[in-house]
């Protein structure tokens, strides 16, 4: 398809006085430009992912620790649990792209699993009002929604395949009731 630009013709006309205007003589001017100027629209070719992502958390009931109120929780440091995402209708290929993006965009590695390791001890009082309580385990995650396609001529989107995952990262979280 063609883009047809109409204000040729004015812009040389423009052109002209700001040359004179600059100069404060008349010089001869080149000639107006025609009224139409034609130049294809050119977008780029391949495939292309989008992708949109929001950060949640991610918890292992392996680690959980149940007491009660007025006593203090604890996970040691040195615990190592593994975290896992899903691939909901995905590829492994376009899963790893995906990933890759996320990872750039958020400054950490995202992938469908991941080993968390405590460097702290955690603690968390349990409030004497409350009978009992637990803290838990997790690590960072992102929910992952994605599309992919090309650009058809003239620039219009084609949608291909698209869908959902979940990211971890080795981020350690804890969470408590």
Not at 75 to 96: C, D, N, P
Not at 116 to 134: A, E, F, I, L, M
Request: proline residues 3%; contains cysteine.
């Amino acid at each position: 398809m063609l883009k047809i630009n109409r204000g040729g013709l004015f812009a040389g006309a423009m052109a002209a006085a700001t040359l004179i205007a600059v100069s404060g003589s008349v010089l001869a001017a080149a000639p107006a430009q025609a009224a139409s100027v034609i130049t294809p629209q050119v977008c780029e070719t391949g495939t292309f992912y989008n992708e949109h992502h929001s950060a949640t958390y991610v918890g292992n009931g392996n680690t959980k620790v149940y007491g009660q109120g007025g006593g203090t929780l604890s996970i040691a440091a040195g615990k190592t649990i593994t975290v896992s995402g899903s691939l909901q209708g995905t590829a492994t290929f376009e899963a790893g792209a995906i990933f890759e993006r996320v990872s750039i965009a958020v400054s950490a590695t995202v992938g469908r699993s991941s080993a968390v390791t405590t460097t702290n001890t955690y603690s968390w009082p349990v409030p004497k009002s409350q009978s009992t309580g637990w803290i838990e385990m997790g690590a960072h995650r992102y929910n992952i929604s994605w599309t992919q396609g090309y650009y058809r001529t003239p620039c219009i989107w084609v949608q291909t395949d698209s869908g959902t995952l979940l990211g971890v990262t080795p981020n350690v979280r804890f969470i408590h009731s």
